[in-house]
Nanobody, 122 residues
Framework: QLQASGGGLVQAGGFLRLSCAAS????????VAWFRQVPGKEREFVAA????????YYSDSVKGRFTISSDNAKNTVNLQMNGLKPEDTAVYYC?????????????????WGQGTLVTVSS
């Protein structure tokens, strides 16, 4: 099971750190991604970490502001979000897939966390 946490309310320009924790297993065999969704829109790819953590992927909208990383000691995958903008407001989800090829399409992921709300005020 995946548990996403760390969301909250922050002013534009601020930062948040989201965490995705796995219970009952480790991330070592999985690609891990963060997606976000606002009401009425499809789930949008944000960032991903390849199996083993060797490669990272980002959407153009967050590149240079967000950083995805793993903390093996805590068995979490984190999303550090800096320079937040009002358009980053969304529910953020973590997802995993046992694959060496990292997809950016939400439908290709097998396991999902429950989501954590990020609200950025202007």
């Amino acid at each position: 099971q995946l548990q996403a946490s760390g969301g909250g309310l922050v002013q534009a320009g601020g930062f948040l750190r989201l965490s995705c924790a796995a219970s009952g297993g480790t991330f070592s065999r999985y690609a891990v991604a963060w997606f976000r969704q606002v009401p009425g829109k499809e789930r949008e790819f944000v960032a991903a970490l390849s199996r083993g953590g060797g490669r990272t992927y980002y959407s153009d909208s967050v590149k240079g502001r967000f950083t995805i990383s793993s903390d093996n000691a805590k068995n979490t995958v984190n999303l550090q979000m800096n320079g937040l903008k009002p358009e980053d407001t969304a529910v953020y989800y973590c997802a995993t897939k046992n694959t060496a090829v990292v997809p950016t399409t939400s439908s290709l992921y097998d396991y999902w966390g429950q989501g954590t709300l990020v609200t950025v005020s202007s």
